[in-house]
Each structure stands twice: as structure tokens, then as C-alpha cells.
């Protein structure tokens, strides 16, 4: 298997497949923790060098190496995305498949990083809960025009999962600085609605306010939430060679604003790789 007669362990955790910033992956260690006996099994199955790297080494040191990538992110972009920063309460997965070129020189996956966690009940259960289906629709809507159907659907759903939940606190303790809305939007938790009636007439049977597009574009601004997630690509190039081994990190929305769409695949382009690892991308 080209491994000569030293142990796999030794040669899997050379430099070669170790040469990482520091600063992204955090301590060698990660690697050498993991147990000979899981490589030596994997040799014997007749894995390859690059088999064992991307199917033992990777999936059980990655969770010491997410880890050590937690350190990656700033006290600030912890605090935009309303983050506690707290490494116990860090929540993150890789998002998709981990893939690698033919040659096994390089490998690329996606890491969605949750935004939300630390949130208080009030903005979970009270703002981001209740009100996902009415954001997902205010896209159809110009902002001028009478409120079309798709809002009043998507809030009566929102609530009527909200009321079944029992979060009428929590949407409440959501909407504490808006004082007519919350009037408005705990009248609808409180009322349930008639079997076969549509929502339009439902809200507007509650208060004719519904029927209003200020009280659409305010609950839409009161509602609005950042991002849940955070989607981070990541790269590995020159595995094979020693000595050339490179890594880098890119969020998924500017990765996709540059190169297109189809990761983690994309990623493993020759032209995309040649684009990120060129001396003037950061």
C-alpha cells in the first residue's frame, strides 16, 4: 500500500498531512490522539494511506479539532451574531459530505455553525419560532400592496404552532417594545380559528388593523432575526507532497458569490483551487 515498513500511524501523522496553521487547527495532538489501534485495524482491511486519512484520522479527531476551531472567531463576530462565545455551547456539524480529489491531494467539506445558540427563550421560542413562516413569504410581497395571502397563511401557521407550544409568554416577552403589536398578535394566540375559514378573514375578523400594510411592514421589521446559521467552506490542498500542504477558509456565501454554486464538489474544481490557493487570496 505504499507505506513501507514503518507503522501507519507514524507516517499518517507526519508533517506532511499535519502542516496546519496553528491559529485554524489548532494543536497536532488532535490527530495523534486517536487510537493506533483504529488505523492498524483500518490496514488490515487493506485501506489505503489516503482511505485512512479521510475515513479514521479525519472523522474521529475532528471533534477535538472543531474544538480548537471555535478560537477562530472573535470575541466580535460572536457578539453580531448574538453569540455567548462560550465553547460549551458551541454548536456546529459538518454540513454535507466530506470529499477529496481522485489523487487524495485534496479535500474540501462545509461547516454550518449555529447562530442561535445562547439565544433566550424569548427570541427562540418568542421571535424566531413563531414568525418563520411569515419571513419566509414577506419576500413575495412589495411592501405597498395590500398584504397578499401568503402573509396572513404564514403568520396564522407560525401562531397556531406558537399556541400549541404554549410560547404565548414567550411571544409576548418578544414583542415587549412594540405594544400594538403584541395586542395584536396575543388576540390571534388567544383565538383559535374556525375549521374551513382562511386565515385573511380570520385575522381581519379579530381586528380590522390586519388588513393594514403598516401593521405588516412593523411586525415584519419586529420579527426579522440574523442569520441562523453560518456556513464556512473549508479547503486542504498539496496532502501529498511534503511540505506543501495549504488550508483555507471561505463563508459559503462568498465562496458561492465567487465561484458558483454545487459545494462541496465545486470546491475540488482544479480552476477553484487554483483561484483559492493563489498568493493574493487571503
Not at 162 to 185: I, K, M, Q, T
Request: proline share 8%; hydrophobic share 45%.
Amino acid at each position: 500500500m505504499g507505506l513501507g515498513s514503518q507503522p501507519s500511524h507514524i507516517l499518517l501523522r507526519s508533517p506532511v498531512l499535519l502542516h496546519q496553521p496553528p491559529a485554524k487547527l489548532g494543536r497536532r495532538r488532535d490527530v495523534f490522539d486517536v487510537p493506533d489501534a483504529f488505523l492498524d485495524v483500518a490496514v488490515t482491511k487493506g485501506a489505503s494511506r489516503w482511505q485512512l486519512v479521510r475515513h479514521v484520522l479525519f472523522p474521529v479527531a475532528q471533534a477535538n479539532i472543531w474544538d480548537h476551531l471555535r478560537g477562530v472567531y472573535s470575541a466580535a463576530w460572536c457578539n453580531a451574531h448574538n453569540h455567548p462565545c462560550d465553547p460549551e455551547r458551541f454548536d456546529e456539524y459538518v454540513s454535507g459530505r466530506v470529499v477529496a480529489d481522485a489523487s487524495g491531494d485534496a479535500l474540501a467539506f462545509v461547516t454550518a455553525w449555529d447562530n442561535t445558540v445562547g439565544w433566550s427563550d424569548a427570541e427562540r421560542w418568542g421571535r424566531l419560532e413563531p414568525f418563520r413562516e411569515l419571513r419566509a413569504a414577506l419576500p413575495t410581497w412589495d411592501g405597498a400592496s395590500p398584504p397578499p395571502d401568503p402573509l396572513f397563511r404564514g403568520l396564522a401557521a407560525g401562531l397556531a404552532r406558537a399556541r400549541n407550544l404554549a410560547h404565548r409568554e414567550h411571544v409576548a416577552a418578544a414583542l415587549a417594545r412594540e405594544p400594538a403589536l403584541r395586542e395584536l398578535v396575543d388576540a390571534a394566540l388567544a383565538a383559535s380559528r374556525a375549521g374551513g375559514q382562511d386565515e385573511r378573514a380570520w385575522l381581519l375578523a379579530l381586528d380590522p388593523r390586519w388588513g393594514e400594510t403598516t401593521t405588516w411592514l412593523d411586525l415584519a421589521r419586529a420579527v426579522a432575526v440574523p442569520d441562523e446559521h453560518t456556513e464556512v467552506v473549508y479547503v486542504y490542498s498539496g496532502l501529498r507532497r511534503p511540505g506543501t500542504a495549504q488550508y483555507r477558509e471561505l463563508r459559503r456565501s462568498d465562496f458561492e458569490t465567487r465561484f458558483g454554486p454545487g459545494l462541496p464538489d465545486r470546491a475540488l474544481d482544479p480552476d477553484v483551487l487554483r483561484a483559492i490557493f493563489s498568493p493574493d487570496v487571503n
